[in-house]
């Protein structure tokens, strides 16, 4: 158990839809970051908050966005959902920098039909 | 444009050796190196993190050679339970991005 988690587990949803996934860091971390999986593929950074501000940004499409709140839990908003969103979304939490060492969470596994 | 390049995929058997390479020609001044491990429909684990020469912990070994253009996963004596997808990711502080490779698909074999 990495300390991280997040919720939902699985979401299924239709496309045009929105979506919102929560992500809790360890404690102690301020650091947040997004990746999304398709299947068999690598993966790919979205997005990082630091201590509730944006902090780097990766292959983050503008349907997408994401916010850190003062409790440091992280959302991460998906809408007008399309076929090929479906992925697995996993988050991440470090003490703070960049080369720290990241704590990924059990991922959410979006279907999109 | 890719930042780091890896084997697509590796066999082994149990008890052997197995290096994995991972080029990063890019490399930055403040950039470090590090592996993560991944087991299907989970997230990825930290392995270990280098900057420079040799790194050891528990479970692997790191290899960076004075160039830091690439860098080798040393895993020793790979089990059943190794078998897993192999990153390396290297951060890109200038511009605030993490590039993880393709990663390396190892299958170990009994």
């Known amino acids: 158990d990495s300390g991280v988690t997040q919720t939902p587990k699985h979401l299924i949803t239709a496309t045009g839809q929105r979506v919102t996934l929560r992500c809790s860091p360890r404690?102690?971390?301020?650091?947040v970051y997004w990746y999304q999986q398709s299947l068999d593929q690598g993966l790919q950074f979205l997005i990082q908050?630091?201590?509730?501000?944006?902090?780097a940004k990766g292959n983050i499409l503008e349907r997408f966005s994401a916010q850190q709140f003062p409790d440091l839990h992280s959302e991460l908003n998906l809408s007008s959902l399309e076929l090929g969103d479906s992925a697995l979304y996993f988050c991440?939490?470090?003490?703070?920098?960049?080369?720290?060492?990241?704590?990924f969470g059990p991922g959410t596994r979006l279907t999109v039909l | 444009l890719a930042k780091t390049t890896q084997p697509i995929s590796m066999d082994s058997y149990e008890g052997q050796e197995v290096n994995i390479t991972c080029s990063h020609n890019?490399?930055?001044?403040?950039?470090?190196i590090t592996w993560y491990q991944q087991f299907p429909s989970q997230g990825p684990r930290f392995i270990i993190q280098?900057?420079?020469t040799k790194v050891t912990n528990e479970v692997a070994s790191l290899f960076i050679p004075a160039d830091r253009k690439s860098s080798t996963l040393s895993l020793p004596r790979v089990s059943l339970s190794d078998t897993a997808v192999y990153y390396c990711?290297?951060?890109?502080?200038?511009?605030?991005?993490?590039?993880f490779g393709s990663g390396t698909k190892l299958n170990v074999k009994p």
């Open positions: 991440a939490s470090s003490v703070g920098t960049l080369q720290d060492e990241q704590f």
């Open positions: 404690s102690g971390d301020l650091s």
């Open positions: 908050y630091y201590n509730g501000e944006e902090r």
């Open positions: 890019n490399i930055a001044t403040n950039d470090y």
């Open positions: 280098g900057y420079k």
């Open positions: 990711l290297v951060g890109e502080n200038n511009f605030n991005k993490f590039y």
